[in-house]
């Protein structure tokens, strides 16, 4: 009895089992026929945008290089002289639209633009070259019509201009000089003399070159003072460094009204600084120049 009770139970378990696997055969092939499907219409949409894409993208191109529009892009090119934008352009050109190229000519146009650039371009630099070498002459000139003295125990030779005045109690005046060890940089310097009947135990400087005016302090030792039956005599000796080089420069440029003022604690006293000192410093800065390019000069 049990016998059979066992019989039918594993029976029924077998049927069970069979039921089971055909169940999920039948869900497999449900599900992987629906991704199929699935797949062949995603497959069928993205070749559907991609045609569209195409279609797009022609359109946008007919439009971005239409050839109306290149052109006028490579004439603006042209016009700003922006010679690889103009290439750009030629070369979209000469690829959508070669029948335009060849009808408006616009490489012509392009090549005419480089060489008239190239021939800008030579002559500029033929233009510098030129005014190089004039700057080197007229430097070499002013040092050789500087007026020398030197220190033989020192090994230092002072450049002044034939301008400058010889002795410190000649007459009043901003004055540039240069001292030089040959084979070392030059040193340029800057002498400030106010000369006259009365002291003025000056202890600043103005400077006013037309609409700028340069200031420079000093203490009471920083100034030398000598005298005579004829007059007094003030002066600065100092290195043209700073707020000294800018003025000299300055001055170079083509200064036209120059005022000196030496000012005390109750007292001061003005000077114009003449067209011939003024241009005094224009030589002694070329001069120096001369000796910064060339240490070794003598």
């Keep these: 009895m049990k016998r059979k009770e066992n019989e039918r139970t594993m029976a029924a378990s077998s049927t069970r089992s069979k039921f089971l696997v055909y169940g999920l055969f039948v869900l497999a092939v449900v599900v992987f026929g629906t991704l199929a499907t699935r797949t062949a219409n995603l497959s069928a949409e993205v070749e559907r945008l991609q045609e569209e894409l195409k279609k797009t993208q022609a359109e946008l191109d007919g439009y971005r290089y239409a050839p109306e529009r290149l052109l006028a892009q490579f004439d603006q090119a042209l016009e700003a002289r922006a010679v690889d934008s103009a290439r750009v352009y030629l070369d979209l050109l000469a690829k959508y639209h070669p029948h335009v190229a060849q009808e408006k000519k616009p490489e012509e146009r392009l090549n005419a633009l480089v060489t008239k650039i190239e021939a800008e371009q030579k002559a500029a630099e033929e233009k510098r ?167 070794d000069a003598s």
């Excluded at 002072?158 to 004055?175: A, E, H, K, T, V």
């Design 129 to 295: 070259l030129a005014e190089e070498r004039a700057a080197r002459e007229r430097e070499a000139r002013a040092l050789r019509a500087m007026r020398k003295t030197v220190d033989e125990m020192k090994g230092v030779t002072f450049y002044y201009d034939p301008n400058n005045p010889r002795y410190i109690n000649q007459r009043s005046g901003l004055f540039y000089y240069i001292a030089h060890r040959p084979g070392l940089s030059p040193v340029l310097r800057a002498r400030a003399i106010y000369t006259g009947s009365e002291w003025v135990f000056f202890h600043t400087i103005f400077v006013k070159v037309d609409d700028e005016v340069f200031r420079f302090n000093f203490n009471h030792f920083d100034v030398e003072r000598d005298n005579d039956y004829e007059g007094v005599w003030e002066w600065i000796d100092v290195p043209a460094d700073g707020d000294w080089q800018r003025l000299a420069n300055r001055l170079k440029a083509g200064a036209k009204n120059v005022r000196i003022r030496f000012e005390g604690s109750q007292y001061y006293r003005e000077r114009t600084m003449s067209a011939a000192d003024i241009t005094a410093v224009r030589r002694v800065l070329d001069a120096y120049e001369y000796l910064r390019r060339n240490p």
